[in-house]
């Protein structure tokens, strides 16, 4: 268009002389489509892979499942057993039987040298026990299963339980033991089960420090060769290989582990123990209130099972739960509610209404559950209720079956139960055809307002009303009881036991009498600092003379420490200035003598002094003033490798050392430490080297006296 004929358009334009262009029709404007208005189909029906199962020569079961889409093969060994066969006075043995299983290491690797072999090949051996089922799992690369396969087996039918892998596993326990008031929410969930099972029952008991502390490498074998045999055992593989060739191969692998044992007997049955009752845990360090409200639920295989699931969704499935719907919006009370129907497998799980609260709205928020609860068995229910509750059930079956490891697993999980194979098929049809009529049923047959437990956590001073407006209010005490730190008891067999280990521990050594004989020594040690204790580097002196007056001199970047103890007294000095060693110096110092080389190693030679056989290789040395050491025999060479011992923290459990020589040197005809490291609750605290190593080189007791 020319710029004139422009011009006069837009003159035109504006004296009004023009039409103005016709616009294109608009679509008329729509509401935002709701999220309850999207349709989608059914679910498919579950239809899990076909595995190939059989039983080996030896009894034990063997699945196998081909699945091609990754060269990687993955699996299970799963052994019938669990903690709830744990004796009741040491509770905590089976999760140190399984941690120790594969951390102990094997008849010809260590747990160290196996991590470094897995690592080298990206496979991965894996062990733990749980509350009914004992686990050596694994992975691989297709190209390395052979090898890691191998490892396996030895890990299964091989394990040695070395002393030192056991003592990380007791720590391991008692590092969980110390957090397991960390999290309320967990709290809450552990003391519903303690209160509906029984707390003196397997299933409410509870692993402590003196449970742990009576456990011994003797009980960790023995409780292995109860449950570990083959026709105590399914061992399951799913990945890249061929079903003929890995089923020959697993039944050479295994040929040798012909071990026979009675069957194991059935788990312990689930008596109910209804205690309704608010049960109140005082927590003051957080801003919320949690708790968690049950009573004894179902097997997954009872027959009103899926209608079951389908009312605690209705109850409290997400955000279309009526739980969620009556407190949405109001953020003065509630932050999470959620209801369930967790059935068991083999024993009867738990309904419970668990979430987080404000705590001025505990009380009134805890009563209205309680109200909504009851109410359930008795209200009308909505075709929209009813649909949001079984589509919420239907869809969680998507992710618990979306691959096929995953279905494996629930395969492993039903064979493993004695479930039958289409359990899963016929449980989604059972979701799919649960209809008003069943919930309405379910609730007035199976929900129990009257047996309901309420467990809360919380800050009391911060609740309106008080707790008590609940009803009668049982306070749980979660103080975790300190270790006793008493010896272990001393019988004849035990002691004349004690002192043959002893004895083989001195004759390796180089004799008793070349011991005895030791009346000094000065050793000069390297001592390094790991980086999570400084990482500094000094040089330290002991000097010793018996029978038992001790000096030790450090010196690094900070200047010179020195310390002397006969026994009873002593003193400290930093730099020039000396004072007495008083309170917990003094003890630890006397301690240190009580534990001094040459007089621990001949202990049963001394008067007030008791060796007691804790194991086959294990002894403890106790001393007229409550000392305690025990000591660690290397089987094979007949050498004492490791001196565990506690020393008392300011708060808390006490600290736990472990000394462990791992090498030996020579000096006046007695083999001496000549390299050791020293660990704190299992981690590494220092490592002493040896520069030079004196025997009876006629030290003087006023030079070990001297203050500095």
Same mark, same amino acid.
């Given at each position: 268009?020319?710029?004139?004929?422009?011009?006069?358009?837009?003159?035109?334009?504006?004296?009004?002389?023009?039409?103005?262009?016709?616009?294109?029709?608009?679509?008329?404007?729509?509401?935002?489509?709701?999220?309850?208005?999207?349709?989608?189909?059914?679910?498919?029906? =579950?239809?899990?892979?076909?595995?190939?199962?059989?039983?080996?020569?030896?009894?034990?079961?063997?699945?196998?499942?081909?699945?091609?889409?990754?060269?990687?093969?993955?699996?299970?060994?799963?052994?019938?057993?669990?903690?709830?066969?744990?004796?009741?006075?040491?509770?905590?043995?089976?999760?140190?039987?399984?941690?120790?299983?594969?951390?102990?290491?094997?008849?010809?690797?260590?747990?160290?040298?196996?991590?470094?072999?897995?690592?080298?090949?990206?496979?991965?051996?894996?062990?733990?026990?749980?509350?009914?089922?004992?686990?050596?799992?694994?992975?691989?690369?297709?190209?390395?299963?052979?090898?890691?396969?191998?490892?396996?087996?030895?890990?299964?039918?091989?394990?040695?339980?070395?002393?030192?892998?056991?003592?990380?596993?007791?720590?391991?326990?008692?590092?969980?033991?110390?957090?397991?008031?960390?999290?309320?929410?967990?709290?809450?969930?552990?003391?519903?089960?303690?209160?509906?099972?029984?707390?003196?029952?397997?299933?409410?008991?509870?692993?402590?420090?003196?449970?742990?502390?009576?456990?011994?490498?003797?009980?960790?074998?023995?409780?292995?060769?109860?449950?570990?045999?083959?026709?105590?055992?399914?061992?399951?593989?799913?990945?890249?290989?061929?079903?003929?060739?890995?089923?020959?191969?697993?039944?050479?692998?295994?040929?040798?582990?012909?071990?026979?044992?009675?069957?194991?007997?059935?788990?312990?049955?689930?008596?109910?123990?209804?205690?309704?009752?608010?049960?109140?845990?005082?927590?003051?360090?957080?801003?919320?209130?949690?708790?968690?409200?049950?009573?004894?639920?179902?097997?997954?295989?009872?027959?009103?099972?899926?209608?079951? !699931? !389908?009312?605690?969704?209705?109850?409290?499935?997400?955000?279309?739960?009526?739980?969620?719907?009556?407190?949405?919006?109001?953020?003065?009370?509630?932050?999470?509610?959620?209801?369930?129907?967790?059935?068991?497998?083999?024993?009867?799980?738990?309904?419970?209404?668990?979430?987080?609260?404000?705590?001025?709205?505990?009380?009134?928020?805890?009563?209205?559950?309680?109200?909504?609860?009851?109410?359930?068995?008795?209200?009308?229910?909505?075709?929209?209720?009813?649909?949001?509750?079984?589509?919420?059930?239907?869809?969680?079956?998507?992710?618990?079956?979306?691959?096929?490891?995953?279905?494996?697993?629930?395969?492993?999980?039903?064979?493993?139960?004695?479930?039958?194979?289409?359990?899963?098929?016929?449980?989604?049809?059972?979701?799919?055809?649960?209809?008003?009529?069943?919930?309405?049923?379910?609730?007035?047959?199976?929900?129990?307002?009257?047996?309901?437990?309420?467990?809360?956590?919380?800050?009391?001073?911060?609740?309106?009303?008080?707790?008590?407006?609940?009803?009668?209010?049982?306070?749980?005490?979660?103080?975790?009881?300190?270790?006793?730190?008493?010896?272990?008891?001393?019988?004849?067999?035990?002691?004349?036991?004690?002192?043959?280990?002893?004895?083989?521990?001195?004759?390796?050594?180089?004799?008793?009498?070349?011991?005895?004989?030791?009346?000094?020594?000065?050793?000069?040690?390297?001592?390094?600092?790991?980086?999570?204790?400084?990482?500094?580097?000094?040089?330290?002196?002991?000097?010793?003379?018996?029978?038992?007056?001790?000096?030790?001199?450090?010196?690094?970047?900070?200047?010179?420490?020195?310390?002397?103890?006969?026994?009873?007294?002593?003193?400290?000095?930093?730099?020039?200035?000396? =004072?007495?060693?008083?309170?917990?110096?003094?003890?630890?110092?006397?301690?240190?003598?009580?534990?001094?080389?040459?007089?621990?190693?001949?202990?049963?030679?001394?008067?007030?002094?008791?060796?007691?056989?804790?194991?086959?290789?294990?002894?403890?040395?106790?001393?007229?003033?409550?000392?305690?050491?025990?000591?660690?025999?290397?089987?094979?060479?007949?050498?004492?490798?490791?001196?565990?011992?506690?020393?008392?923290?300011?708060?808390?459990?006490?600290?736990?050392?472990?000394?462990?020589?791992?090498?030996?040197?020579?000096?006046?005809?007695?083999?001496?430490?000549?390299?050791?490291?020293?660990?704190?609750?299992? !981690?590494?605290?220092?490592?002493? !080297?040896?520069?030079?190593?004196?025997?009876?080189?006629?030290?003087?007791?006023?030079?070990?006296?001297?203050?500095?």
């Amino acid at each position: 268009m020319r710029p004139l004929a422009i011009l006069a358009m837009l003159c035109g334009a504006a004296l009004g002389q023009t039409q103005p262009r016709p616009r294109a029709p608009q679509p008329a404007a729509h509401a935002t489509p709701s999220p309850l208005d999207l349709k989608f189909p059914p679910l498919h029906a =579950v239809e899990p892979p076909k595995a190939a199962t059989f039983t080996l020569s030896n009894g034990m079961k063997l699945m196998l499942l081909e699945d091609h889409e990754l060269p990687v093969i993955r699996g299970e060994a799963r052994v019938r057993t669990g903690n709830l066969f744990d004796p009741a006075d040491k509770a905590g043995l089976a999760s140190m039987t399984g941690i120790a299983l594969r951390s102990g290491g094997t008849r010809e690797m260590t747990g160290e040298q196996l991590d470094r072999k897995l690592d080298d090949m990206a496979s991965r051996v894996e062990s733990s026990i749980g509350e009914l089922q004992g686990q050596v799992t694994f992975s691989s690369l297709a190209e390395n299963s052979a090898e890691t396969l191998k490892i396996l087996r030895d890990v299964l039918t091989r394990p040695v339980f070395r002393m030192d892998q056991v003592e990380m596993a007791r720590i391991q326990l008692r590092r969980e033991i110390a957090r397991r008031n960390d999290d309320a929410k967990a709290v809450v969930a552990r003391q519903l089960r303690n209160v509906v099972f029984g707390e003196s029952s397997p299933y409410g008991r509870m692993a402590g420090y003196e449970s742990v502390e009576r456990i011994r490498r003797s009980d960790l074998v023995a409780f292995y060769n109860r449950y570990f045999f083959p026709r105590n055992t399914i061992l399951a593989i799913c990945g890249d290989f061929e079903t003929a060739k890995i089923k020959d191969q697993m039944e050479q692998l295994f040929a040798g582990w012909t071990v026979e044992q009675p069957a194991v007997p059935p788990f312990p049955q689930v008596a109910n123990q209804a205690a309704p009752g608010v049960y109140f845990a005082k927590n003051s360090n957080t801003g919320e209130s949690d708790f968690a409200m049950g009573h004894l639920g179902s097997r997954i295989n009872d027959k009103d099972y899926a209608a079951l !699931v !389908v009312m605690a969704n209705l109850l409290g499935g997400g955000n279309t739960g009526r739980l969620a719907i009556e407190f949405r919006g109001r953020t003065e009370q509630a932050f999470t509610i959620s209801a369930e129907w967790a059935g068991g497998f083999d024993q009867p799980g738990l309904f419970v209404v668990r979430g987080s609260l404000k705590p001025v709205s505990t009380v009134s928020t805890l009563q209205a559950i309680q109200r909504m609860v009851a109410q359930a068995k008795t209200g009308d229910i909505t075709d929209e209720e009813l649909r949001f509750a079984k589509d919420r059930a239907l869809n969680t079956l998507v992710y618990a079956w979306d691959t096929p490891g995953k279905l494996f697993s629930q395969m492993l999980q039903l064979a493993y139960f004695g479930y039958p194979d289409d359990f899963m098929q016929q449980h989604q049809k059972a979701l799919a055809a649960v209809t008003k009529a069943d919930v309405v049923r379910v609730a007035k047959e199976y929900l129990r307002p009257q047996d309901l437990t309420i467990v809360v956590a919380g800050n009391p001073a911060e609740f309106v009303p008080a707790v008590e407006s609940l009803g009668q209010v049982h306070e749980i005490d979660l103080a975790i009881p300190e270790p006793a730190g008493k010896p272990a008891a001393s019988d004849p067999d035990s002691i004349e036991q004690g002192k043959a280990i002893l004895a083989k521990m001195q004759q390796a050594l180089g004799g008793a009498g070349k011991l005895a004989a030791v009346r000094d020594y000065a050793a000069v040690r390297e001592v390094h600092f790991a980086a999570q204790a400084g990482g500094a580097d000094t040089v330290e002196t002991e000097k010793w003379m018996a029978p038992g007056n001790m000096r030790e001199e450090s010196q690094s970047s900070s200047g010179t420490n020195a310390l002397y103890c006969d026994g009873k007294s002593g003193w400290i000095a930093r730099g020039r200035t000396a =004072v007495a060693l008083r309170g917990p110096q003094l003890k630890s110092a006397q301690d240190d003598v009580f534990r001094s080389y040459f007089t621990v190693l001949l202990s049963d030679r001394l008067a007030g002094r008791t060796v007691t056989a804790l194991d086959s290789d294990l002894i403890e040395i106790t001393g007229a003033d409550g000392q305690v050491v025990q000591v660690s025999l290397n089987a094979e060479s007949g050498l004492p490798w490791q001196f565990s011992y506690q020393v008392p923290a300011a708060s808390g459990p006490p600290t736990v050392v472990q000394e462990t020589i791992t090498k030996f040197g020579e000096a006046g005809g007695v083999k001496v430490p000549f390299e050791i490291v020293t660990m704190q609750n299992g !981690v590494e605290f220092t490592k002493s !080297v040896v520069r030079d190593f004196k025997v009876n080189s006629g030290l003087v007791l006023a030079d070990l006296e001297r203050r500095p």
